[in-house]
């Protein structure tokens, strides 16, 4: 057994033999610390996410305006940025927060398992499908990224692949009935993830109060049903014929 | 009244242990879960057997000695300490699964009981306020407004049961720790130790072993006392602030 056996040393204050370690080290140490990684991560993410779901609506208004939008982002911060630079910045940043998430998640989570090692015999469902679905859907999320930049990044995978022409590489790739499903499922977890992920990041950074708690779980779960929303429409529309 | 009661048995830290099948009878409903158990073990002790080893004190619900997790939810039923729980919030007949606060963090010691002091040693590594002993202070030599004092006591609250532990998956104290730091850091008289506290009693809280928060919530919905669930983000924001400053 290990009873508490406050020592002279224990009591001591003020005077630190060992000074504190630095900020970042002490964020990086701490479980708050590692949770406000993947809080910071997981907004900047949701940044590029809103933006890119705005953009991909662009579709519905043609493949001249899809295409030529397609091509102003490379065009970004012309003349200081070269031809598609800023394309590049953003993709280290994302690269950046992905890595940073899911390494903090992967810790995280070996953590937390073993904080728990021993199940309750009376078992009684725990909390919302969204927080305990973010383990094996944020897995999901990782799963599809890999498949996105193959399919519409590299076009690897896309049966189009016609660089320049995301309107026709996007339209062929939803006339398959996989990349629908695998894109639809991808939407949900991603829905799933923001509506317990919102609020968990304004908890974590210490935004939430007792007053601001409702609007927080309110705006998160706006965001999950307007960015499902927004980003399903466009393989729905193929699939029904509004787009061609 | 008469109850089954499933009961986790393990004569020690390192024994095996088991959920092990009782039948009570003569269960009066205002009867207390801890007078209930008494039944259970006068009658365990006349048949010679050993009777179930559980933790209490005041059984006024404001020690936070006694806890077990009761049909899988900390205190059982009712928000309320186990000692302060009931017999009327069951139904004759029922079966009642009892086990240990769950936690690497906190060891089962005997059957129903845990060793606690991890809790302890958070509250030693900064859950103080450092005053010159002597006589009393002047009453109004240091104000404190009215919303400080509201706050600090709510979150004085707390009686270090563990039951928000037990209730997290992640096996956290991140409630209980908030409880702590809040009361005491938005007090003037936790002010000069307010940055210092909350570094080293969340070292403490990791080092001890506890999981990480995932904002499941489960812990402010088992706490007898209600410290409620935005704690922990006044915490977050208390460590994060200090966590800046990195003081020495
Ligand atoms: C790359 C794959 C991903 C994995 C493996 C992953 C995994 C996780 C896990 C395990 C958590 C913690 C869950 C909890 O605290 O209950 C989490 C939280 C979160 N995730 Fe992800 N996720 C991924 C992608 C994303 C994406 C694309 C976004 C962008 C919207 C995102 C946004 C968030 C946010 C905002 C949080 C809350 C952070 C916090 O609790 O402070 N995640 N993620
Ligand atoms: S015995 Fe003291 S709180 Fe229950």
């Given at each position: 057994m290990r009873w508490c056996r406050p020592t002279v040393a224990d009591m001591a204050l003020a005077t630190r033999a060992v000074p504190r370690p630095s900020t970042l080290a002490t964020l990086w140490r701490s479980t708050i610390g590692k949770k406000t990684v993947m809080a910071v991560t997981g907004v900047v993410m949701l940044l590029f996410l809103v933006a890119h779901m705005l953009g991909?609506?662009?579709?519905?208004?043609?493949?001249?305006?899809?295409?030529?939008?397609?091509?102003?982002?490379?065009?970004?911060?012309?003349?200081?940025?070269?031809?598609?630079?800023?394309?590049?910045?953003?993709?280290?940043?994302?690269?950046?927060?992905?890595?940073?998430?899911?390494v903090s998640a992967w810790q995280l989570s070996r953590r937390d398992l073993a904080a728990r090692p021993t199940a309750y015999v009376h078992r009684r469902p725990r909390a919302s499908?969204?927080?305990?679905?973010m383990r094996w859907?944020?897995?999901?999320?990782?799963l599809f990224i890999v498949w996105h930049i193959l399919d519409l990044t590299t076009l690897t995978v896309?049966?189009?692949?016609?660089?320049?022409?995301?309107?026709?590489?996007?339209?062929?790739?939803?006339?398959?009935?996989?990349?629908?499903?695998?894109?639809?499922?991808?939407m949900l977890a991603l829905g799933l993830h923001i509506r317990h992920g919102f609020r968990s990041a304004a908890q974590t950074l210490g935004a939430v109060t007792r007053r601001g708690d409702r609007a927080f779980r309110i705006a998160g779960n706006v965001l999950a049903l307007v960015l499902t929303a927004g980003f399903v429409a466009v393989p729905v529309s193929v699939m029904t014929g509004v787009l061609n | 009244m008469r109850l089954t009661l499933r009961i986790w048995r393990q004569p020690g830290p390192d024994a095996d242990g088991a959920m092990t099948t009782y039948e009570v009878d003569g269960i009066a409903p205002e009867m207390s879960f801890l007078e209930m158990l008494d039944t259970l073990n006068e009658r365990l002790i006349t048949e010679g057997e050993d009777p179930v080893a559980f933790d209490h004190d005041c059984r006024e619900g404001i020690c936070g000695a006694c806890g077990m997790v009761i049909n899988g939810r900390a205190h059982g039923p009712e928000r309320t300490t186990t000692c302060q729980l009931h017999m009327r919030h069951f139904a004759d007949g029922d079966t009642v699964d009892v086990e240990p606060w769950r936690a690497a963090a906190f060891p089962v010691v005997r059957d129903l009981v845990v060793d606690r002091s991890?809790?302890?040693?958070?509250?030693?590594?900064?859950?103080?306020?450092?005053v010159p002993t002597g006589s009393a202070p002047e009453a109004h030599a240091t104000p404190v407004p009215k919303p400080a004092a509201d706050t600090a006591f709510e979150h004085a609250e707390c009686i270090g049961c563990g039951a928000c532990v037990a209730a997290c998956p992640n096996g956290s104290?991140?409630?209980?720790?908030?409880?702590?730091?809040?009361?005491?850091?938005?007090?003037?008289q936790g002010a000069p130790e307010r940055e210092s506290r909350v570094l080293d009693m969340v070292g403490q809280m990791d080092a001890e072993g506890f999981g990480g928060c995932t904002n499941t919530g489960e812990c402010a919905v088992a706490c007898p006392k209600g410290i409620p669930l935005p704690s922990i983000a006044a915490m977050n924001r208390e460590f994060l602030r200090a966590a800046r400053k990195a003081p020495r």
């Open positions: 991909n609506l662009k579709i519905f208004f043609g493949a001249g305006d899809y295409n030529a939008y397609a091509s102003w982002l490379r065009t970004i911060g012309e003349p200081a940025l070269h031809h598609g630079w800023f394309l590049w910045i953003m993709r280290v940043g994302l690269v950046a927060s992905v890595a940073g998430h899911v499908y969204a927080t305990r679905t859907g944020g897995v999901i999320l990782a896309n049966p189009r692949a016609e660089p320049g022409h995301p309107y026709e590489n996007v339209v062929a790739d939803f006339h398959n009935w996989y990349a629908d499903v695998i894109y639809l499922v991808a | 991890a809790f302890d040693r958070i509250i030693g590594a900064g859950g103080y306020v450092t104290a991140m409630l209980f720790t908030s409880a702590k730091v809040v009361h005491l850091n938005v007090l003037p």
